[in-house]
């Protein structure tokens, strides 16, 4: 039985009703989506700025369960530019995942649906609005523009069939015209890129012969295999030990300057962000609340949540009894409260954090917050 608002429990009636409201919603969004021959016109747009490969904006992704409408992405904006890195940062649940879910339409549908908002993509010569888009379309774009490197390798690749397989099937279906021979040579290719020294002898192994880094390297090809634009690389190492770990990252550094593509990098790891990002997003409760340069972040924190984060980071050399630890719980993603959702757990609370949820404030041209604390001292740091 599902939990009601106020923490009772749902009737088999309300949960009924629940999903017939449900229901109409989206029957009626993925009418629209499964529509054929959609014209152009109709999820063409612009970009904002042309630096940009993508851009988020105000992008609202909900569940519908049974229990009620889960709002797990739920006004997010920001950019992600050509050629750079961007961290996305959060505890578990905030929507990271999600979001870049979204971007690559492989929510898990039909409860999954962008309700609002628009995902823009650049592709050089027009932009595409995601959020817009048929999904017979966007499968045009997966792995040509943007693909997605997932956290768990074993789940990304199948157990029987070998390696080079997995990898030319890819390669065949983005690629009709490639010939046998091209394919097996491009396999080859992008298993030495990923630096797989054996790569004749990997071609024709099966994922249980390799080691984990093995077996990530190789997901990292697949998604590599295209010369996509974008990569998401959602939690890619923390399946791995930290020698691998260190390894996969200066894999990813080194590939993006080598095919100039730019990066979302999902993580709770701080560290990681520091050696990766050139921008932050810090994201809690399905809404980005700080974002800025990797330095203005981590030198100036100015939301009290990522204040917290960064209290909560140990710090080598740095001897302390406790590592702090952010006290309180996420707001429930069905009922969020209609004023700040970090406000429960806030120990830096001013007069005006009872009023709605606070708007975005410039620290500087590209340090943002939404947070009380800074309003009418636009530029006012930490
Ligand atoms: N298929 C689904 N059905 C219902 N709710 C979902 C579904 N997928 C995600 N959610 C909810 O959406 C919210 C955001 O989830 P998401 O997976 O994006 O979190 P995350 O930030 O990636 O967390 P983690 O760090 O644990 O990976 C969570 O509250 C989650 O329960
Ligand atoms: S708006 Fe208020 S409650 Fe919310 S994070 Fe800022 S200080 Fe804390
Ligand atoms: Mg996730």
């Given at each position: 039985?599902?939990?009601?608002?106020?923490?009772?429990?749902?009737?088999?009636?309300?949960?009924?009703?629940?999903?017939?409201?449900?229901?109409?919603?989206?029957?009626?969004?993925?009418?629209?989506?499964?529509?054929?021959?959609v014209?152009?016109?109709?999820?063409?747009t612009?970009?904002?700025?042309?630096?940009?490969?993508?851009?988020?904006?105000?992008l609202?992704?909900y569940f519908?369960?049974?229990?009620g409408?889960?709002?797990?992405v739920?006004?997010?904006?920001f950019?992600?530019?050509v050629?750079?890195?961007?961290?996305?940062?959060?505890e578990s649940?905030?929507?990271?995942?999600?979001?870049?879910?979204?971007?690559m339409?492989?929510?898990?549908?039909?409860?999954?649906?962008?309700?609002?908002g628009?995902?823009?993509?650049?592709l050089?010569?027009?932009?595409?609005?995601?959020?817009?888009?048929?999904y017979?379309k966007?499968?045009?774009?997966?792995?040509?523009?943007?693909?997605?490197?997932?956290?768990?390798?074993?789940?990304?690749?199948n157990?029987?069939f070998?390696?080079?397989?997995?990898?030319?099937?890819?390669?065949e279906?983005?690629?009709?015209?490639?010939s046998?021979?091209?394919?097996?040579?491009?396999?080859?290719?992008?298993?030495?890129?990923?630096?797989?020294?054996?790569?004749e002898?990997?071609?024709?192994?099966?994922p249980?012969?390799?080691?984990?880094?093995?077996?990530?390297?190789?997901?990292?090809?697949?998604?590599?295999?295209?010369?996509?634009?974008?990569?998401?690389?959602?939690?890619?190492?923390?399946?791995?030990?930290v020698?691998?770990?260190?390894?996969?990252?200066d894999?990813?550094?080194?590939?993006?300057?080598?095919?100039?593509?730019?990066?979302?990098?999902?993580?709770?790891?701080?560290?990681?962000?520091?050696?990766?990002?050139?921008?932050?997003?810090?994201?809690?409760?399905?809404?980005?609340?700080?974002k800025?340069?990797?330095?203005?972040?981590?030198?100036?924190?100015?939301?009290?949540?990522?204040?917290g984060?960064?209290?909560?980071?140990?710090?080598?050399?740095?001897?302390?009894d406790?590592?702090?630890?952010?006290?309180?719980?996420?707001?429930?993603?069905i009922?969020?409260?209609?004023?700040?959702y970090?406000?429960?757990?806030?120990n830096?609370?001013?007069?005006?954090c009872?009023?709605?949820?606070p708007?975005?404030?410039?620290?500087?041209?590209?340090?943002?917050?939404?947070?009380?604390?800074?309003?009418g001292?636009?530029?006012?740091?930490?």
């Amino acid at each position: 039985m599902a939990k009601n608002k106020s923490e009772g429990y749902l009737s088999a009636k309300e949960s009924r009703q629940i999903a017939k409201a449900n229901r109409k919603v989206i029957n009626d969004l993925e009418k629209k989506r499964k529509r054929k021959k959609v014209p152009e016109s109709e999820y063409l747009t612009t970009m904002h700025d042309d630096k940009n490969a993508v851009e988020f904006d105000n992008l609202h992704t909900y569940f519908f369960t049974d229990a009620g409408v889960v709002k797990s992405v739920d006004g997010v904006t920001f950019e992600v530019p050509v050629g750079k890195t961007v961290g996305v940062v959060g505890e578990s649940g905030c929507g990271k995942s999600v979001t870049s879910l979204s971007l690559m339409q492989l929510l898990q549908r039909p409860q999954g649906q962008i309700v609002e908002g628009e995902i823009r993509l650049n592709l050089g010569d027009k932009a595409y609005d995601i959020a817009k888009m048929p999904y017979e379309k966007l499968q045009d774009l997966r792995g040509n523009f943007v693909s997605m490197i997932f956290q768990e390798p074993m789940t990304a690749l199948n157990p029987v069939f070998r390696i080079g397989a997995q990898l030319e099937e890819v390669l065949e279906l983005h690629n009709k015209d490639m010939s046998k021979d091209d394919m097996k040579k491009r396999t080859i290719e992008l298993l030495e890129m990923v630096g797989i020294a054996n790569s004749e002898g990997v071609y024709k192994m099966f994922p249980h012969e390799l080691s984990g880094g093995m077996r990530q390297r190789v997901v990292i090809a697949m998604a590599l295999a295209c010369n996509p634009k974008v990569i998401i690389a959602d939690e890619p190492t923390t399946a791995l030990d930290v020698t691998i770990q260190a390894q996969v990252l200066d894999l990813l550094r080194g590939l993006k300057s080598k095919i100039n593509s730019s990066i979302m990098f999902i993580t709770h790891d701080l560290g990681v962000i520091a050696e990766m990002a050139d921008y932050v997003v810090v994201m809690y409760a399905g809404r980005v609340v700080e974002k800025g340069t990797t330095e203005e972040i981590f030198e100036n924190p100015a939301h009290p949540y990522t204040i917290g984060l960064m209290a909560s980071k140990p710090v080598v050399g740095k001897q302390v009894d406790e590592l702090y630890s952010i006290p309180g719980k996420v707001p429930n993603p069905i009922d969020m409260p209609n004023y700040c959702y970090f406000k429960d757990r806030c120990n830096m609370c001013v007069g005006q954090c009872d009023g709605a949820y606070p708007g975005e404030i410039s620290l500087s041209d590209t340090h943002k917050v939404s947070c009380y604390r800074y309003s009418g001292n636009e530029k006012k740091g930490v």
